[in-house]
């Protein structure tokens, strides 16, 4: 039987002739498109190669975690100066003073300048008002709580039920200034470290460590069985900060929310429950002021 004439199998796209001046086509009109050139045959394991740890800027980790974006300018420029640590600066333009001294000041800390349209910006921050500009931010990584045990008489302050990051960073600011060892804090439900944190913490999140617990009651319970007193801050407390005079040894120092106080397990968890007297006529104070209050009369107990 004869063979039928034919021409062949149907060769595959990329085999033709013409598949690559197309996809040159396609990438030089997406690049006009978007403000950034397309990544392209490859391009991702070379993005991946040239950026900081191995992986494209703004790519997702392993874990699903999506590296935070702070946008526009006063934010940008604000969380340089505080020291807010960067793994990529976004620019559509440098024609404003605070772009300016964000890219300055960037350069200064080795945070990479990358160059990007609206288009690309407006998908990178979810369509977030960015004003041109957006300051990649490196996840922060937390300590264990048992690495806050250090040296024969630690201090640690335990956080419960802060929601407001800013208020968080204000208290590791405090902790920072009167010598605490550390700040853990409950792994859900409750603020963590983000850009705001670092920025009220004014850099100091850069040497005193935070500690994230899976339950806040069983690490407390873990710290007394390791030989701390634990004292929850509360306005219910029998005893003022400034007559706890056992809080010269090791230590843990329990800050509640502003409305809600300490929870019950946790409160129920606390060897005492102490007090910062008011005779004003505020009937609370912010979590960061009382934290700052109550550790300058821990340390001054302490020194």
């Known amino acids: ?30 690049a006009k498109r978007t403000g950034t050139p397309t990544l392209g045959p490859g391009g991702r394991a070379k993005a991946a190669a040239a950026a900081p740890g191995g992986r494209p800027a703004g790519a997702r980790r392993a874990n699903g975690e ?31 003073e ?4 964000s ?6 800390r080795g945070v990479p300048l990358l160059e990007t349209g609206k288009n690309e910006l407006d998908r990178l921050t979810g369509g977030a008002v960015h004003q041109g500009i957006a300051l990649q931010v490196r996840p922060y990584r937390y300590a264990h709580p048992d690495d806050l045990l250090k040296g024969a008489a630690p201090l640690v302050v335990a956080v419960d039920g802060i929601t407001d990051p800013r208020n968080l ?4 600011r405090s902790a920072a200034a009167f010598g605490a060892t550390g700040v853990v804090v409950p792994e859900r439900r409750a603020a963590g470290i983000t850009a705001g944190a670092w920025k009220s913490s004014a850099g100091t999140l850069a040497t005193c460590p935070v500690a ?31 007559d706890l005079e056992i809080a010269s040894g090791p230590f843990v120092l329990v800050v509640g929310s502003e409305g809600k106080g300490l929870g019950r397990l946790v409160a129920d ?6 007090t910062i007297p008011m005779p004003g006529r505020a009937e609370s104070l912010n979590a960061g002021v009382a934290a700052g209050i109550a550790l300058y009369e821990v340390s001054r107990l302490r020194a």
């Open 98 to 101: 605070r772009v300016r001294e």
């Open 212 to 242: 994230q617990a899976t339950n806040l009651a069983r690490q407390l319970k873990a710290y007394q069985k390791a030989g701390c007193f634990v004292a929850g801050l509360d306005a219910r407390g029998g005893v003022t900060v400034a």
């Open 169 to 172: 960073g204000a208290i590791v």
């Open 103 to 108: 890219i300055q000041l960037a350069a200064d």
């Open 1 to 30: 039987m004869a063979k039928r004439k034919g021409k062949g199998p149907t060769p595959k796209a990329e085999d033709r002739h013409w598949h690559g001046k197309r996809q040159k086509a396609r990438a030089i009109k997406n």
């Open 66 to 96: 999506v590296p935070e974006l702070v946008t526009g300018r006063n934010p940008v420029v604000e969380a340089l100066r505080a020291g807010v640590p960067g793994t990529a600066l976004y620019v559509m333009s440098s024609n404003d």
């Open 269 to 274: 968890t606390c060897d005492m429950l102490v």
